[in-house]
């Protein structure tokens, strides 16, 4: 077994060949896998969380909570009998597709996270929840899983350590509010996924009603490294205060769209200039979603902020997943709005009314503008949906969440809202 | 009832949880799986086996996107109408293909070959538009020519 000389500066694709196989086990402990777990299982957990934190590892879900204080707030005093650790590889956010990357290019890095981070708050079972679609990745996990337990690195005394995991695989049925991670949990259970109030929080109450840690898929490859290579190096990889790297990514009419693992703090800028090979010639960016469908807007005056979680933040908007919308100038705002809110009507679960109902009516003004039969008040209509439904005064995020891009493109991009109004100019139509 | 193989299959995914109705998801992709559908008769059957009752078991199968409760075609094709592949012309791939198979969103064609349904970003939005048949990812579809569309269809007979 070889240990690399020189630690990654990309740790989360260094293994991953694309158009290739992923590595198999014997393949990837060649290029230092396991090696990060073996170290964790020498540790004490409460060592491996306390990396974990000193580390400055955020959630890659989109939230960004401190993964090493969620893993904190778990009961470490026996008291609990059972502790779960489950992975959010729901990934449906629109925009977002760079957990499919991650288990499509790598599973046993995964496999390895979720395990390192299973020992550290004491989790003897593990789930995978992963989106209904991704055939590939689920066929490439379930291999992995099965070389693990073939070889000792899942199951009873793992590598003799006295540590016992158990690694589930859970593919959903399909629904965007699985990837909260109350509703998460209820869909694991077998229920509809209802996202449930806060507190208790899943780490003193979650699946089943025990200590639960949910956490994102990249949040959980990071892991391995953080263990086999330190804090320090993990800070090192970053452009922000928050360590480590992020798989940010470009969609709409870019040059060439993809995902990109970069320094954390990357600009907006080198991330759509350079990577994303700019606009298609012709056209013009007039804004983007930072983080995802539930992120809002931000302009051509943002591009050279540091994509991280508190300068995206200080902008009015979030960081969200890091994959990135593009709007161009021949694109109709209105229109891409109407499709934004068609969804989260859509896809709300019903259990909140104000959501249930208010999210239909606000993609009925919105197809009303776009259709230039629009009346007068609509707008302020649409401003009241974002306060009414806005943050603290929901269930749970999804109508916040939805109410983001709104809100953002009524500030940036007024005018095109106005002229959907019936007896004005005609809407602004690709 | 449900096939010995259906049970089979069920009872190894039950193991996985503290709870037998935890896996209710599982079972109605299970029976999906091998009958295509889920009927009344497998809602009340996948209760009696899970120690549910139907009225719990149906409140989930029509809570999520993916399991049928009427039957469908012999393949269905999911079209994604989420943000990126609207901005990239998901809504001219929508259009080919219902012009092209002569059924609206949620429809089957009436020799019972395709179900055509909408469903939310696939999460490949850099290869956008996207469209899935089956187990089967389509990518790339901004352009869509006739003779293309046709070709992807050929296969699923």
């Not at chain 1, 000193?54 to 401190?66: D, K, S, T």
């Not at chain 1, 998460?184 to 780490?203: C, D, H, N, W, Y």
């Not at chain 1, 804004?287 to 943002?302: E, I, K, Q, R």
């Not at chain 2, 055509?116 to 901004?142: F, S, V, Y």
């Amino acid at each position: 077994m070889t240990l690399r000389t020189a630690p990654p500066d990309r740790p989360l694709t260094d293994r991953i060949r694309p158009e290739h196989e992923p590595y198999n086990l014997r393949e990837y402990e060649k290029h230092g896998g396991y090696q990060g777990l073996r170290k964790a299982l020498k540790m004490a957990p409460q060592e491996v969380t306390a990396l974990v934190k000193n580390a400055g590892l955020r959630g890659r879900g989109g939230a960004g909570f401190h993964t090493g204080v969620k893993w904190g707030l778990v009961p470490m005093d026996g008291s609990a009998k059972q502790k779960y650790i489950v992975a959010n590889g729901d990934e449906m956010e629109p925009g977002t597709f760079k957990d499919r990357l991650l288990l499509e290019g790598d599973p046993h890095q995964f496999v390895e996270g979720i395990a390192a981070a299973g020992y550290a708050i004491g989790a003897t079972v593990g789930y995978v929840f992963l989106r209904a679609e991704y055939f590939l990745a689920a066929e490439r996990l379930r291999k992995a899983i099965a070389e693990c337990y073939a070889h000792k690195l899942l199951g009873e005394d793992i590598q003799g350590s006295g540590f016992t995991f158990n690694l589930y695989l859970h593919t959903s049925a399909g629904r965007y509010i699985c990837g909260e991670e109350t509703a998460l949990i209820s869909s694991l259970e077998g229920k509809r996924a209802v996202p449930r109030a806060k507190p208790p929080f899943p780490a003193q109450s979650g699946l089943f009603g025990k200590p639960t840690v949910v956490n994102n898929i990249e949040t959980l490859c990071n892991v391995p490294h953080i263990v086999l290579y330190g804090a320090e190096w993990f800070r090192s990889i970053s452009k922000s205060v928050d360590g480590g790297t992020k798989i940010y990514g470009a969609s709409g009419k870019v040059k060439r769209p993809g995902a990109w693992e970069l320094p954390m703090g990357t600009t907006a800028r080198e991330i759509l200039e350079e990577h994303a090979g700019g606009m298609r010639d012709g056209l013009k960016l007039r804004g983007f979603l930072p983080g995802g469908a539930s992120t809002d807007f931000l302009t051509a005056d943002h591009l050279d902020l540091a994509m991280d979680f508190d300068t995206i933040a200080k902008a009015g908007s979030r960081m969200g997943t890091g994959q990135m919308i593009v709007l161009d100038d021949h694109t109709s705002v209105v229109g891409m709005l109407r499709n934004l809110e068609k969804f989260f009507a859509t896809e709300s679960c019903g259990w909140f009314t104000p959501c249930r109902d208010g999210l239909p009516w606000t993609e009925r003004i919105l197809r009303d503008l776009e259709a230039g039969k629009g009346r007068p008040g609509d707008l302020e209509l649409l401003q009241q949906q974002t306060r009414l439904l806005g943050p603290g005064r929901t269930f749970c995020a999804h109508a916040p969440g939805a109410m983001e891009p709104l809100q953002s493109a009524l500030k940036y991009f007024r005018a095109d809202f106005e002229r959907g109004i019936a007896g004005t100019a005609p809407a602004k139509v690709a | 009832m449900l096939t010995p193989e259906e049970i089979k299959e069920i009872e190894h995914e039950l193991a996985h949880y503290e709870q037998p109705a935890a896996a209710t998801i599982e079972a109605l992709k299970i029976v999906q799986k091998h009958r295509g559908w889920v009927s009344d008769e497998a809602v009340a059957d996948i209760a009696a086996k899970l120690g549910t009752s139907p009225a719990s078991v149906d409140s989930v199968a029509t809570f999520y996107n993916l399991i049928y409760r009427r039957p469908v075609g012999r393949h269905v094709i999911h079209v994604c109408d989420s943000v990126s592949c609207w901005v990239m012309g998901q809504t001219r791939l929508s259009d080919a293909l219902q012009q092209r198979l002569g059924v609206k969103l949620g429809e089957t064609t009436t020799d019972g070959r395709f179900t055509l349904l909408p469903i939310c970003c696939l999460g490949t939005c850099d290869r956008a538009p996207a469209m899935l048949i089956d187990q089967d990812t389509h990518r790339d579809l901004e352009s869509v020519e006739d003779h293309r569309l046709d070709a992807i269809l050929e296969k699923y007979k």
